[in-house]
Each structure stands twice: as structure tokens, then as C-alpha cells.
């Protein structure tokens, strides 16, 4: 079955009427930019934005006003102000059930007609196929309810015909686009089930993606053969996944002119990844570059726009600010501020040359040896009348293990363990009293592991609860939530002079976290994203603080190397590898000392075992001895649990066993 082209009766009609007014809108527009004091002319590299909203507020009343509170066509006062690229969104059927409106916005007909007024207002147009009847994005790529049933080529060539068909459609109105996306944010392929690919995508599946990418570029080349095509990735800053993405369509000859990426902070690693991408990329296609969408704010606005002008050989070729119209015009009024950004923007490019940004290097310093102990207990074992002891003198627990040789803290964070289900309805191990024991830490001169749960109680291999107060959150929500808890966390500890030395994103997270969405099952695609999302907010909130990806896999070299090859794969970026060792469940000392050593050449990054109660001893003296001093240390879990660590009898007072500690720390001192 092939795609039938509609009749163009009823469009041509409604363009007949659209172009009776095209000749007074032109008009109005260009009196508008005259009338302007501060309209200039726009440098060569693009300052662009989505404004696919426009007809929707509009038809809510909604007039825009420029800074001076004078009534104007809203893409007159973006172009009078250093706009000079507008990008609309189409979708194939917005009115079918479960399309995006009733109304049709986006859909053919609409989009005409805003292409026309980008056109009469002296902007470059580009147009985004969604290729669905609502929104594709990572998270979703619906099939559009026309092409239901169709498989193979059939699909292929309902979207070829589709794509044509619009193209044409905007040519003979006078509004064809200058660049064409073939599809939104791909990086999950497009048109599901068909075109979807994971982390264990099949050639045949990469090839049914790429033949239908491939029929939307045959369609556009043959309808506009001027207009430039642009791949659009949702991988800001995962450099590695935007090259197995683009490697692969080199390998299927999918062509392509510009390279779009989506940067969004919250799920796009920080600046400077955002940064490093771009600059090889650039190296490495020789394709400019777009930041194709991001959430503009007065703080990323011109961080964003330097970033990318600076690529070097000036294939930073602009950006694209994803529907600004609410931090523009604020109830339809022009914010002075905002709007200066770009116009100062626009001026300071058309004024300076772009310039190379020296790439920031990440300096982090490794503590070594580190002798440490996870005591979150200590406030609930306070609470119930315990008071620490050592030698009969009654202290500090904290001054106790520093005195004892200990040099670092490991502490536990849930997210509301006082909730329904939680740890605890006195709320230990939550944000309060965790901060509470931080600073108790520090000033007993100890260095401080969090180690954040992401659950309201325990999460370990056999259970990652996702947390009460998120459970409303989905995808890409609940992806975007982990960032923000998780860069708010950090802050809070950093305001309140306890910066944690080390982060742990996660506990025991080798069969993933936040269940059922990070479980890990056939794919580690969902899972890979949430603990991306994690790493990169401790970054982007202290790029000072070490991240560890902790594992429960102490002796067991094949799960961990295929645990860290598969985050590897999908950019997460971490700096210390953390292990759990329990014999009963994690193997020999044997494999404990294989494991570790391979891990530390493997990787070529430092090991812990973040956990342990047994074989104090061999396992200090493996993890010591690790090849290249990559073995930094330990962490005794529960060090004040009679039952686990062990280190203090029921009443608090210490034992034989904490006479070693300081043994283990000498020891380095030997080597």
C-alpha cells in the first residue's frame, strides 16, 4: 500500500486566501523593521528558535508587544532583535485520535501558513518532521495512525510520499524551508515499532531505521535540492553514542548536511561534555553544527551560543532555542532583559571574530589510602541511648575511628525515608540528619562518601524502589528528576560547608535502579540515561567531586566487566570503580584479588570495596596491593553494628577488631 497524495484543491484555496494577505503582511513586517531603532544585521552564525507555539497562543488572544510595549507580529520583533532562523514542527495527522490537536496546529495547513510570515519577515525556515501524529522525541516515536499496518517498504514509501507531499506543498506556497530535519531527536530511531533501536540494536534493525531516514532524504533532495538536511540527535554531550549514531549512517550512506544536537542540562551532561562533543565531532565529520534545541534561560543563553560559535573552523553554525516564547514574552510582552541577551549577543558576534575555547581539563585528586567506615547507623544507635566508648573513654564515635586510623566517612542518603514504606518515620538517613552527621565528620577531620540510595529505604541487587514522591514521574521525567535531586543534593551539602569529597550515584546498582523503569532486563538503554542523568549532576554541581559507580560484584569479573562495559557504551562517565565483597554471595579472595586487578588495567581507574565485613585483613592487603596504587581503599560497612562491622560491642565500646585500622593505614606507608 502506498501513500496516496491528497488533493490539493482545498490547500491551494486556503493558500490562494493566505496569499492575498501575504502582500499587506509583508508590508506590515517590513514597516515594523524599519521602525525599529535597534534592527541589525544578522552575522553568520544563527540565532534560531522553535516558535511552533505561536499559532496556538495567538489563537488564545494572545498579541506580543516589543520592548517599548508596541504592538508587533512576534517574528518582526525576534528578527529586530537578533533572530534570523525559525524552525516549526510538523506532524502528520495532528487531528487523528490521539494526535497532538484537534485543531490541527501543526499540522500541514497551519504550518504553511506560519512558514509564510517566517518568510515574509526575512528569516531562514527549518522545518522539523516528527513524523508521528503528536510528539517523537527519545521517549516516544509513534507511528501516525495513516500508516498503521504498514511494514518494509510500504512504510518506506508512505513516508517518502509524505515528506514529498509536504515539501512540494511548501515550495509552491512560496515557504519552502532552507533546512529540513528528517525526523526529531532520532537517537532511538523513529517511526516505532519499526524504526526503533536500543543498546542491542541488529543490523536489521539499523537498517530498517536507516531505510527510512533514507526515503525521507531521497523525497527531500528531489523536492529541494538546495535546502540542507539535518540529522537531529538528542546527545548534547554523549560523544559516544553520537558516533556509533552517526558511524552507522555513514555505513548505510544516509547522507546529511548539519549535525543537530538537543542540549538540555538535565539530561545532557554538563558544559564542558557539551563542549568536547561538539569540538570532535567537528574533527571528525567536518559537518557544521547545530544546537538544535535547548531550554533557554537568562543564565545558558550566551553560555550556549559561545560554546558553539567557538567550535573550531567555523563549523559552530548556530543554535536553536526550543519555544522561548514564555521567557521572551512573558504574557506576550517583550522581557527587556531576555531580549537584550540576544540582541547584545548578536551584536557582540557581528563585532568579533569566534574564537577557539581552550577545552576545561576536570583535575581530580585521589586520596590514597583510604581508610573508611560507613557508620549511618550512629544516629538511630544514639537515639536509643548508646554512647561510644573507647579504652573506657567515652568520646565522639567520629573522634574515635579518626584516633583509631580511619580517614574517611561513608554516609547513606534516602530520598523521604519517612514516608509510607520508608526506612524510618524519624526520617534517619534522610537529607536533615545526614547533613547533621556531615558536619560532625568534617569536623572531626574526616573526608565524606555520599552515597545517594535514590529510593526512600534500602536499594540494593534485590530491590531499587523508586522513591513514593517520584512515582508520578516517567521517562524522561523521571530522568530529568534524578538530575535535579541529585544537583540540589550536592549544592545543599556545598552551602552548608560539608562538600562531599566523593559521590556514590547509586548502591549495588548491577541490576540497575528506580524499578520497574532502571531495572535491568534485555537493555540497559533506560537505566544507562537515569545513572547518566546522576553522574553528570555531581559534575555539573562540583566537577571537584569523584564519581563512583558502585557494584555488588566483589569476585565476579565477567557480570562486572559487562556491568562497566555496557554504562561505558552508553557515556556514562564516572572516575572509581566501587565494589561490594560478602564471600557468600561475591566469591573467593582469589577472585576478589583477579577481579579488582583486572578492573583497575581494564579501566584504568581507581577500585574500592565500598563494602565488606569479613577478612579484614586479605581484603585491605588485595586492595593495597592492586597493580599501579590504583587500589585507594576500603569501607567497613555498619562499623558500629556489632553484627556487621563489628568494630564496638552492644554498649558502644570498642573492640580487638579496631586495633587493625590503624595497622592498615601504616601499611601504605611501607610500600
Same mark, same amino acid.
Given at each position: 500500500?502506498?501513500?496516496?497524495?491528497?488533493?490539493?484543491?482545498?490547500?491551494?484555496?486556503?493558500?490562494?486566501?493566505?496569499?492575498?494577505?501575504?502582500?499587506?503582511?509583508?508590508?506590515?513586517?517590513?514597516?515594523?523593521?524599519?521602525?525599529?531603532?535597534?534592527?541589525?544585521?544578522?552575522?553568520?552564525?544563527?540565532?534560531?528558535?522553535?516558535?511552533?507555539?505561536?499559532?496556538?497562543?495567538?489563537?488564545?488572544?494572545?498579541?506580543?508587544?516589543?520592548?517599548?510595549?508596541?504592538?508587533?507580529?512576534?517574528?518582526?520583533?525576534?528578527?529586530?532583535?537578533?533572530?534570523?532562523?525559525?524552525?516549526?514542527?510538523?506532524?502528520?495527522?495532528?487531528?487523528?485520535?490521539?494526535?497532538?490537536?484537534?485543531?490541527?496546529?501543526?499540522?500541514?495547513?497551519?504550518?504553511?501558513?506560519?512558514?509564510?510570515?517566517?518568510?515574509?519577515?526575512?528569516?531562514?525556515?527549518?522545518?522539523?518532521?516528527?513524523?508521528?501524529?503528536?510528539?517523537?522525541?527519545?521517549?516516544?516515536?509513534?507511528?501516525?495512525?495513516?500508516?498503521?499496518?504498514?511494514?518494509?517498504?510500504?512504510?518506506?514509501?508512505?513516508?517518502?510520499?509524505?515528506?514529498?507531499?509536504?515539501?512540494?506543498?511548501?515550495? &509552491?506556497? %512560496? @515557504?519552502? $524551508?532552507?533546512? +529540513?530535519?528528517?525526523? *526529531?531527536? =532520532?537517537?532511538?530511531?523513529?517511526?516505532?515499532?519499526? /524504526?526503533?533501536?536500543?543498546?542491542?540494536?541488529?543490523?536489521?534493525?539499523?537498517?530498517?531505521?536507516?531505510?527510512?531516514?533514507?526515503?525521507?532524504?531521497?523525497?527531500?533532495?528531489?523536492?529541494?535540492?538546495?535546502?540542507?538536511?539535518?540529522?537531529?540527535?538528542?546527545?548534547?554531550?554523549?560523544?559516544?553514542?553520537?558516533?556509533?549514531?552517526?558511524?552507522?549512517?555513514?555505513?548505510?550512506?544516509?547522507?546529511?548536511?548539519?549535525?543537530?544536537?538537543?542540549?538540555?542540562?538535565?539530561?545532557?551532561?554538563?558544559?564542558?561534555?557539551?563542549?568536547?562533543?561538539?569540538?570532535?565531532?567537528?574533527?571528525?565529520?567536518?559537518?557544521?553544527?547545530?544546537?538544535? &534545541?535547548? %531550554? @533557554?534561560? $537568562?543564565?545558558? +543563553?550566551?553560555?550556549? *551560543?559561545? =560554546?558553539?560559535?567557538?567550535?573550531?573552523?567555523?563549523? /559552530?553554525?548556530?543554535?536553536?532555542?526550543?519555544?522561548?516564547?514564555?521567557?521572551?514574552?512573558?504574557?506576550?510582552?517583550?522581557?527587556?532583559?531576555?531580549?537584550?541577551?540576544?540582541?547584545?549577543?548578536?551584536?557582540?558576534?557581528?563585532?568579533?571574530?569566534?574564537?577557539?575555547?581552550?577545552?576545561?581539563?576536570?583535575?581530580?585528586?585521589?586520596?590514597?589510602?583510604?581508610?573508611?567506615?560507613?557508620?549511618?547507623?550512629?544516629?538511630?544507635?544514639?537515639?536509643?541511648?548508646?554512647?561510644?566508648?573507647?579504652?573506657?573513654?567515652?568520646?565522639?564515635?567520629?573522634?574515635?575511628?579518626?584516633?583509631?586510623?580511619?580517614?574517611?566517612?561513608?554516609?547513606?542518603?534516602?530520598?523521604?525515608?519517612?514516608?509510607?514504606?520508608?526506612?524510618?518515620?524519624?526520617?534517619?538517613?534522610?537529607?536533615?540528619?545526614?547533613?547533621?552527621?556531615?558536619?560532625?565528620?568534617?569536623?572531626?577531620?574526616?573526608?565524606?562518601?555520599?552515597?545517594?540510595?535514590?529510593?526512600?529505604?534500602?536499594?540494593?541487587?534485590?530491590?531499587?524502589?523508586?522513591?513514593?514522591?517520584?512515582?508520578?514521574?516517567?521517562?524522561?521525567?523521571?530522568?530529568?528528576?534524578?538530575?535535579?535531586?541529585?544537583?540540589?543534593?550536592?549544592?545543599?551539602?556545598?552551602?552548608?560547608?560539608?562538600?562531599?569529597?566523593?559521590?556514590?550515584?547509586?548502591?549495588?546498582?548491577?541490576?540497575?535502579?528506580?524499578?520497574?523503569?532502571?531495572?535491568?532486563?534485555?537493555?540497559?538503554?533506560?537505566?544507562?540515561?537515569?545513572?547518566?542523568?546522576?553522574?553528570?549532576?555531581?559534575?555539573?554541581?562540583?566537577?571537584?567531586?569523584?564519581?563512583?559507580?558502585?557494584?555488588?560484584?566483589?569476585?565476579?569479573?565477567?557480570?562486572?566487566?559487562?556491568?562497566?562495559?555496557?554504562?561505558?557504551?552508553?557515556?556514562?562517565?564516572?572516575?572509581?570503580?566501587?565494589?561490594?565483597?560478602?564471600?557468600?554471595?561475591?566469591?573467593?579472595?582469589?577472585?576478589?584479588?583477579?577481579?579488582?586487578?583486572?578492573?583497575?588495567?581494564?579501566?584504568?581507574?581507581?577500585?574500592?570495596?565500598?563494602?565488606?565485613?569479613?577478612?579484614?585483613?586479605?581484603?585491605?592487603?588485595?586492595?593495597?596491593?592492586?597493580?599501579?596504587?590504583?587500589?585507594?581503599?576500603?569501607?567497613?560497612?555498619?562499623?558500629?553494628?556489632?553484627?556487621?562491622?563489628?568494630?564496638?560491642?552492644?554498649?558502644?565500646?570498642?573492640?580487638?577488631?579496631?586495633?587493625?585500622?590503624?595497622?592498615?593505614?601504616?601499611?601504605?606507608?611501607?610500600?
Amino acid at each position: 500500500m502506498k501513500y496516496t497524495r491528497q488533493p490539493l484543491t482545498a490547500i491551494k484555496l486556503n493558500l490562494a486566501a493566505l496569499k492575498l494577505n501575504l502582500a499587506a503582511t509583508t508590508l506590515s513586517l517590513g514597516l515594523a523593521l524599519l521602525a525599529c531603532s535597534c534592527k541589525i544585521d544578522i552575522p553568520p552564525f544563527s540565532i534560531g528558535a522553535d516558535m511552533s507555539f505561536i499559532p496556538q497562543y495567538e489563537s488564545r488572544g494572545m498579541a506580543f508587544t516589543d520592548t517599548s510595549g508596541k504592538e508587533q507580529d512576534v517574528l518582526a520583533i525576534m528578527a529586530a532583535n537578533g533572530f534570523d532562523n525559525i524552525r516549526l514542527r510538523i506532524f502528520v495527522d495532528p487531528r487523528a485520535p490521539g494526535g497532538y490537536s484537534a485543531e490541527g496546529f501543526c499540522g500541514l495547513e497551519q504550518t504553511v501558513a506560519m512558514a509564510q510570515r517566517i518568510v515574509a519577515a526575512g528569516m531562514t525556515f527549518s522545518l522539523d518532521f516528527h513524523y508521528s501524529d503528536t510528539w517523537a522525541d527519545p521517549d516516544k516515536q509513534y507511528k501516525p495512525s495513516a500508516w498503521n499496518g504498514l511494514t518494509g517498504k510500504e512504510l518506506e514509501n508512505a513516508l517518502y510520499h509524505y515528506t514529498h507531499h509536504v515539501l512540494t506543498t511548501l515550495k &509552491e506556497a %512560496g @515557504a519552502a $524551508p532552507q533546512i +529540513i530535519q528528517p525526523g *526529531n531527536e =532520532i537517537n532511538h530511531g523513529m517511526v516505532w515499532p519499526e /524504526g526503533y533501536i536500543d543498546d542491542n540494536a541488529k543490523e536489521e534493525n539499523w537498517a530498517a531505521l536507516m531505510g527510512l531516514y533514507k526515503a525521507a532524504v531521497k523525497a527531500a533532495r528531489e523536492v529541494l535540492p538546495e535546502s540542507r538536511l539535518m540529522v537531529h540527535l538528542a546527545l548534547g554531550g554523549q560523544n559516544t553514542l553520537c558516533r556509533e549514531f552517526l558511524d552507522t549512517m555513514g555505513r548505510y550512506g544516509a547522507g546529511y548536511d548539519i549535525i543537530g544536537l538537543s542540549y538540555y542540562e538535565q539530561w545532557h551532561e554538563t558544559y564542558d561534555d557539551l563542549q568536547a562533543n561538539l569540538y570532535d565531532l567537528a574533527a571528525r565529520y567536518g559537518k557544521p553544527l547545530y544546537v538544535c &534545541e535547548y %531550554g @533557554a534561560n $537568562p543564565d545558558n +543563553i550566551r553560555r550556549i *551560543n559561545d =560554546i558553539v560559535r567557538s567550535v573550531p573552523g567555523g563549523l /559552530g553554525a548556530g543554535t536553536m532555542a526550543w519555544e522561548p516564547a514564555r521567557v521572551l514574552f512573558p504574557q506576550g510582552k517583550a522581557d527587556p532583559a531576555v531580549v537584550g541577551i540576544y540582541r547584545d549577543m548578536a551584536v557582540s558576534y557581528q563585532e568579533t571574530p569566534p574564537q577557539e575555547i581552550p577545552l576545561p581539563r576536570r583535575e581530580l585528586t585521589f586520596d590514597r589510602p583510604i581508610v573508611g567506615a560507613d557508620i549511618s547507623w550512629v544516629p538511630e544507635q544514639e537515639g536509643k541511648g548508646i554512647v561510644f566508648s573507647d579504652n573506657g573513654v567515652q568520646k565522639d564515635v567520629m573522634e574515635i575511628l579518626k584516633d583509631n586510623g580511619f580517614n574517611w566517612i561513608r554516609l547513606r542518603l534516602f530520598i523521604d525515608p519517612a514516608a509510607e514504606n520508608g526506612y524510618s518515620p524519624q526520617g534517619y538517613c534522610g537529607l536533615e540528619k545526614t547533613l547533621e552527621m556531615a558536619k560532625r565528620a568534617k569536623n572531626a577531620g574526616l573526608k565524606l562518601l555520599l552515597n545517594f540510595h535514590y529510593s526512600d529505604t534500602w536499594a540494593d541487587p534485590g530491590k531499587q524502589y523508586t522513591p513514593a514522591s517520584w512515582a508520578q514521574h516517567t521517562g524522561s521525567g523521571l530522568e530529568g528528576q534524578v538530575y535535579r535531586y541529585t544537583y540540589q543534593v550536592i549544592r545543599r551539602f556545598m552551602e552548608e560547608g560539608v562538600c562531599p569529597d566523593m559521590a556514590q550515584t547509586g548502591n549495588e546498582i548491577n541490576h540497575g535502579m528506580l524499578w520497574p523503569q532502571g531495572k535491568i532486563g534485555d537493555s540497559y538503554m533506560h537505566f544507562g540515561v537515569l545513572l547518566r542523568c546522576a553522574t553528570a549532576a555531581v559534575r555539573a554541581a562540583n566537577p571537584s567531586i569523584p564519581v563512583m559507580v558502585h557494584i555488588a560484584c566483589g569476585g565476579q569479573n565477567d557480570e562486572s566487566v559487562y556491568f562497566l562495559d555496557k554504562i561505558l557504551s552508553r557515556d556514562v562517565k564516572f572516575d572509581i570503580i566501587g565494589q561490594s565483597y560478602y564471600p557468600q554471595w561475591h566469591g573467593t579472595l582469589e577472585e576478589l584479588q583477579h577481579n579488582l586487578n583486572d578492573l583497575a588495567a581494564r579501566y584504568n581507574k581507581p577500585v574500592i570495596v565500598v563494602e565488606y565485613k569479613e577478612h579484614r585483613l586479605e581484603v585491605n592487603q588485595i586492595v593495597r596491593d592492586v597493580p599501579g596504587n590504583l587500589g585507594l581503599g576500603t569501607f567497613i560497612w555498619e562499623a558500629t553494628s556489632p553484627v556487621w562491622g563489628n568494630l564496638f560491642d552492644k554498649k558502644g565500646s570498642t573492640n580487638e577488631n579496631m586495633k587493625l585500622y590503624r595497622q592498615f593505614l601504616e601499611s601504605y606507608d611501607s610500600l
